[in-house]
């Protein structure tokens, strides 16, 4: 069962996709899918200056990984062919046609520097910021100020021109916005967009209203910063007489620490991807992190991109996208900025992490283990990731964070050691080194068994034993249960490394 709910994702290929925008398209998403309707994907690459090559592309690579995927896109195709702008070309022509015919749009042939004196010249009356509108029009080159043999006289000579929508001087305008509410402006604030341009395009906000007027669009879900455009948006629905979409603009992504909009300098700075995937500028070969090859898994990332503006209302965090599609409502967006938090998309993450399989875990681990040389069975690597899935953010932190199960440590934490081996304590350890070689069956109750008798023969409390182990072990003190990791890796290795431990820790206490 289908709705008549039309919803559409309109990227401009002006370069990568932010997260900002991959939130659009998921908020879109995830509306359609909630409400039965149909979800569209639209490119609207109308601005032949700003296009960057491969962005399309980028664009459509991020929607898949993220698993949000449209019903209708240049791609698929639909009903509504076709979905990218630059191939609509022919059909906006006729609209400003309308629009001038109504007359709700004229022609203006200012050039450029007839465009700059004009804001000169209101500069200097103390015109804070010069427009194109219903008070200066009347002194500009258009087809309101000239006589219409005038006008005729430049279409006829082929005269490069725009054409300009013709706003009410001082009107006000209301709209019902889903997550803002009512929002006014009045019509003295805006000024005389362009419309259609002279190299035969539209601009975006022509096609943007005329395309979603076609394709049937019922929910203009999008970002803050198109809000001043929609009172145009409004206008130019109203100028044709259409019925007007319901519109809900979505808070902003803001930096950390809430001080403004997120932008990749700040993911620079902070050291944290703001774009969904790698990106190399096709121009100036920079490069840009993505979050998937940073190790994200794309359902943490959308769980983490959901809450960016959203909550369910409760205590629930982990939402899976059946659940999201579920729970999703535009009443429970927010309208203030949501602050972009990277330790949380991590947490996120391990979340996720938790949840696979051993299994699968193992699979997944499997490739960064070999590219640094590991060869084991499935059963050591079961054991592994099962004991290290606590302590792991991303696949990749197996290896990082883990090496120790495959390698000895190559250098130990001193502090620990200087204030642990202590004469009277130190010399006992060589009677554990023999218990433990002993001990069999090599497995952690056992090794457990070994250490508390040796422990309790000498007199020993855990806080003298167990960082000994741990560090001569791992090298660490922070890691998986000390039982567990050292029957894994056996009796020989375990023993091994503990007498290693010992001789090198006999250097580091004696720094002192
Ligand atoms: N093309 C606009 C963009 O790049 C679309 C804005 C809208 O959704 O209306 O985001």
Redesign the pocket.
């Known amino acids: 069962m289908s709705s008549n709910v039309r919803v559409r994702f ?3 290929p002006t370069g990568p996709l932010h997260i900002g ?1 991959v939130r659009t398209a998921l908020y879109n998403y995830l509306f359609a899918k909630k409400n039965k309707g149909t979800f569209i994907l639209r490119i ?1 690459d109308t601005d032949q200056t700003r296009y960057v090559e491969k962005a399309e592309e980028y664009i459509a690579q991020s929607l898949k990984w993220c698993g949000i995927e449209a019903d209708e896109s240049p791609e698929k195709g639909g009903e509504f062919n076709p979905y990218r702008q630059s191939e609509r070309k022919d059909q906006y022509r006729q609209y400003a046609e309308q629009l001038l015919e109504s007359g709700h749009a004229y022609y203006a042939f200012d050039t450029a520097e007839e465009l700059e004196e004009m804001r000169e010249r209101m500069r200097k009356q103390n015109v804070p910021s010069p427009q194109y509108n219903a008070v200066s029009r009347q002194y500009m080159k258009n087809s309101l100020a000239l006589s219409a043999d005038e006008v005729k006289k430049r279409l006829d000579n082929g005269e490069p021109y725009v054409i300009r929508a013709k706003l009410p001087r001082n009107e006000e305008l209301r709209f019902e916005d889903e997550i803002r509410g009512w929002v006014v402006f009045n019509t003295g604030q805006l000024d005389d967009k362009v419309l259609f341009k002279s190299d035969g395009m539209p601009t ?1 906000h022509l096609a ?1 209203v005329v395309d979603d007027h076609l394709m049937k669009i019922t929910h ?1 879900i ?2 803050e910063e ?1 809000l001043p455009s929609a009172p145009l948006h409004v206008l130019l629905y109203r100028f044709f007489g259409w019925e007007q979409p319901i519109f809900a603009h979505l808070p902003l992504i803001l930096k950390p620490d809430g001080h403004g909009k997120l932008s990749k300098r700040d993911g620079d700075r902070l050291g944290f991807p703001v774009f969904p995937l790698n990106w190399k500028d096709p121009e100036t070969g920079e490069q840009s992190n993505g979050f998937k090859e940073r190790g994200f898994f794309p359902d943490a990332f959308n769980n983490m991109l959901a809450f960016l503006g959203w909550n369910p209302g409760t205590n629930q965090e982990v939402f899976s996208k059946e659940e999201l599609i579920e729970t999703f409502s535009l009443e429970r967006v927010g309208k203030s900025g949501a602050k972009f938090d990277f330790e949380k998309g991590k947490w996120f993450n391990q979340q996720y992490l938790k949840m696979q399989k051993p299994e699968t875990l193992v699979e997944l681990a499997s490739p960064v283990l070999e590219k640094n040389g590991v060869k084991k069975d499935d059963a050591f690597l079961r054991q592994f990731v099962m004991q290290m899935v606590e302590r792991v953010v991303f696949i990749n932190d197996f290896w990082s964070e883990g090496k120790f199960y495959f390698q000895a440590p190559d250098a130990y934490e001193e502090k620990m050691i200087r204030k642990k081996f202590k004469p009277g304590k130190k010399e006992k350890f060589p009677e554990l080194i023999k218990a433990l070689k002993e001990t069999d069956p090599f497995n952690a109750e056992s090794i457990e068994q070994t250490v508390k008798t040796f422990m309790h023969d000498n007199e020993l409390g855990f806080g003298d034993v167990l960082p000994i182990i741990r560090i001569a072990v791992s090298g660490i003190m922070q890691g998986p249960p000390i039982f567990e990791m050292a029957a894994l890796i056996g009796k020989e290795e375990t023993v091994n490394r503990l007498e290693k431990g010992l001789e090198a820790f006999e250097g580091i206490a004696g720094k002192d």
């Open positions: 309109a990227p401009s925008g609207e975006y943007n203009v999008r970002g198109w």
